[in-house]
């Protein structure tokens, strides 16, 4: 399975554009899941590239 996180298999996932818990960004594709404390959330790209560099 590649690129599963863009084209065609972003259409399965349903409700992945909302707005952003952690940068507030609008519209954003809410595919990606990361965990803040012991918060749980689904984030934007740009969140989850800044979590997991915080994270190594
Ligand atoms: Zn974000």
Excluded: F, H, Y
Excluded at 29 to 46: N, Q, R, Y
Aim: hydrophobic fraction near 30%; proline fraction near 4%.
């Amino acid at each position: 399975m590649a690129k599963p996180k863009r084209g065609k298999s972003v259409n399965i996932i349903k409700n992945w554009r909302g707005t952003c818990p952690r940068c507030g960004r609008t519209g954003a594709k809410l595919l990606w899941e990361a965990t803040e404390g012991d918060k749980k959330m689904k984030v934007c790209k740009v969140c989850d590239a800044q979590i997991r560099n915080k994270a190594s």
